[in-house]
């Protein structure tokens, strides 16, 4: 199990990753990581810019919103990252961006169907956009879950996105990867209408690169 500090780390190093790959301007957005043996949540702290910010900023929670340690205060995204922890156990890491071409699909209320074998890799499903809600205690969240598929990420309509993952490092990748598909489905849909790979290729893809893609199950070469 990580220690706090190095849970610190990854969630600044997520935080730094997303406006270092262009998701967020100045202080928008934001990432947090959960250290769930502990029920501690650290999050990056509200209003507070990028190229400011240290790991000792990250602002330590517990599950139901109480500062723990940090002078600053938390995201005020903290209940929407909060409501995706206590109700996915899967998830240690989650990213909040206003990244353009993602949310110029919300404005649209456009989910993101598997037209690229890039989204069935990474989503294995077409990537939800939820309509519009409000920002009152929870709403944001339940939305969230209520449209939520197999895919590691949301569109927010008129909003933004969420992206999560096992990891912070994971919801980064999930984050940066929605954008990038996202650009690619905007250019396409400039020129014409693109179309959907059916469900059994998009199985193909996901089965692959979530089993062997990359150095997933490697045998050791050892004598």
């Not at 939800?128 to 809600?133: L, Q």
């Amino acid at each position: 199990m990580p220690t706090l500090e190095q849970l610190r780390r990854d969630v600044f190093e997520a935080n730094i990753g997303v406006y270092r790959s262009g998701l967020v301007t100045m202080h928008s957005g934001n990432a947090s990581g959960i250290d769930r043996e502990r029920g501690i949540v650290l999050i990056k702290p509200s209003g507070m810019d990028y190229d400011r910010m240290k790991p000792a900023d990250m602002v330590m929670t517990d599950l139901d919103g109480k500062k723990l340690k940090g002078k600053w205060n938390p995201s005020v995204d903290l209940p929407e990252h909060l409501y995706i922890y206590k109700h996915c156990p899967e998830v240690g890491g989650v990213i909040h961006t206003h990244s353009n071409y993602a949310t110029s699909l919300g404005l649209l209320g456009k989910p993101i169907p598997a037209y690229l074998t890039a989204i069935a890799d990474e989503f294995g499903d077409e990537i939800p956009c939820a309509p519009y809600v409000d920002n009152q205690v929870d709403h944001i969240g339940q939305a969230i879950l209520k449209y939520k598929n197999k895919a590691p990420a949301i569109i927010m309509g008129n909003h933004g996105t969420f992206a999560w993952g096992p990891t912070p490092r994971a919801a980064l990748k999930a984050a940066v990867m929605l954008e990038d598909v996202s650009k690619t489905v905007h250019l396409a849909l400039l020129l014409g209408k693109p179309k959907s790979l059916p469900p059994e290729e998009v199985k193909k893809w996901w089965d692959r690169y979530h089993t062997w893609y990359g150095q997933q199950g490697k045998k050791s070469s050892a004598k």
